[in-house]
Every structure is written in structure tokens, then in C-alpha cells.
T-cell receptor
Framework: KQEVTQIPAALSVPEGENLVLNCSFT??????LQWFRQDPGKGLTSLLL?????REQTSGRLNASLDKSSGRSTLYIAASQPGDSATYLC???????????FGTGTKLQVIP | GAVVSQHPSRVICKSGTSVKIECRSLDFQATTMFWYRQFPKQSLMLMAT?????????EQGVEKDKFLINHASLTLSTLTVTSAHPEDSSFYICSAHYTDTQYFGPGTRLTVL
């Protein structure tokens, strides 16, 4: 059974700082891994999708990496802004596309 | 591409009423859609898998008579929460299968008073 862990559960950083969010998964035979942000009381926004054959994906100030052998993915946010404050979720797809396991998220606060 | 929408984004209802949530794949056809829910401070958990034209498959512990799923077309699946109670208040999210990936909708926040 796939288990996905995100550490830390909460993180507070000053504006402008670069930061890394961590996601660990127990079953390395993943199909893909996705990163989402969830704003308080609002829905999910997809940020990056990394297929199992890829090592990283980039979108603007965001860079996500995937290391299947170690069971880890990281989301790097450059030059953080207050608007980046949200909960970040990672989700690993294993056993094909049908089984997606979410982590419990990292709540990020960027202080102006 | 691969955009999934949900409607409504928020709904507040009285206890005992039924609520329908729609999930649409906007630019692709999806034979399989999935429904998840998220309780406060918890992770998203799969509720059921919905296949177009057939009955949904529910995860253990999910009441099929309470959470009615209909997947009548390749672009629309609906989740109806019947006789909703305050404990059903949650965040419900759907996803649709396309090119071996699940693409997620933005979610619907249900509050039952």
C-alpha cells in the first residue's frame, strides 16, 4: 500500500527566500507524481506533473524533481512571495493511473 | 488541455436535503472518473471510481446509497449526496482519466447546516 508523507506539516519563511517542500512515498513503482496548491477554503490547483520517466519539471518559479529510487520528490519555490502562501499537496500515482495517494500537505506561509 | 471543472464550487444546504455535484471534462472524453473527499486536516481519500455507462465502484466504508454516482456520458459524472447531514460536510474533488493520468477538478466545498 502506497503511503505519501510530506514534511514539514507547516513552514513559515520571509518573503524572497527560496524554499524546498518535501514529499516521500513508500512504493517507488509510481506512474507519475503531481504537485498541487490548495488555498484556504478553496479548491485544488495543479502545479506540476512529473511522469515516472522524468526527473524534473519546471513552471515559472517552481521546479519539481522526482527520484524514484529514493522515494522522494521535492518542490522548489524560488524567490517566494506572500501570494505563494497556501497548502501544497503531492500525490503519487501507482499501480497505473487508477490509484492516486495524496500526502497530508505542507502549509506554507510567506511573511511580507 | 485536460481541464476538469466542477460545479458548484461551494454549496450550503440544510440537513436532510440532497445535493448534486457535477464533474465535467472540458476538452477530452473520460471513460473513468474518480471522486475523492477531504475532511479537515486530513488527506484526500478516494470514495469511488465511476465508469461511463456502468455502476460505480465504491471504496470500503463509503455508503453507496448515500453517495449516488452517475456517469451517463463521457464528459460528465455527478455525485449526489442524499439526505445530507452535518458530518457529510467536506471538500469533494473529482478527477478524470486521460492519457494514463488523473486530472483533477478544483473541488466543491459542501457545508451542511
Amino acid at each position: 500500500k502506497q503511503e505519501v508523507t510530506q514534511i514539514p506539516a507547516a513552514l513559515s519563511v520571509p518573503e524572497g527566500e527560496n524554499l524546498v517542500l518535501n514529499c516521500s512515498f513508500t512504493d517507488s513503482a509510481i506512474y507519475n507524481l503531481q504537485w498541487f496548491r490548495q488555498d484556504p477554503g478553496k479548491g485544488l490547483t495543479s502545479l506540476l506533473l512529473i511522469q515516472s520517466s522524468q526527473r524534473e519539471q519546471t513552471s515559472g518559479r517552481l521546479n519539481a524533481s522526482l527520484d524514484k529510487s529514493s522515494g522522494r520528490s521535492t518542490l522548489y519555490i524560488a524567490a517566494s512571495q506572500p501570494g505563494d502562501s497556501a497548502t501544497y499537496l503531492c500525490a503519487a500515482s501507482s499501480g497505473g493511473y487508477q490509484k492516486v495517494t495524496f500526502g497530508t500537505g505542507t502549509k506554507l506561509q510567506v511573511i511580507p | 488541455g485536460a481541464v476538469v471543472s466542477q460545479h458548484p464550487s461551494r454549496v450550503i444546504c440544510k440537513s436532510g436535503t440532497s445535493v448534486k455535484i457535477e464533474c465535467r471534462s472540458l476538452d477530452f472524453q473520460a471513460t473513468t472518473m474518480f471522486w475523492y473527499r477531504q475532511f479537515p486536516k486530513q488527506s484526500l481519500m478516494l470514495m469511488a471510481t465511476s465508469n461511463e455507462g456502468s455502476k460505480a465502484t465504491y471504496e470500503q466504508g463509503v455508503e453507496k446509497d448515500k453517495f449516488l454516482i452517475n456517469h451517463a456520458s463521457l464528459t460528465l459524472s455527478t455525485l449526489t449526496v442524499t439526505s445530507a447531514h452535518p458530518e457529510d460536510s467536506s471538500f469533494y474533488i473529482c478527477s478524470a482519466h486521460y492519457t494514463d493520468t488523473q486530472y483533477f477538478g478544483p473541488g466543491t466545498r459542501l457545508t451542511v447546516l
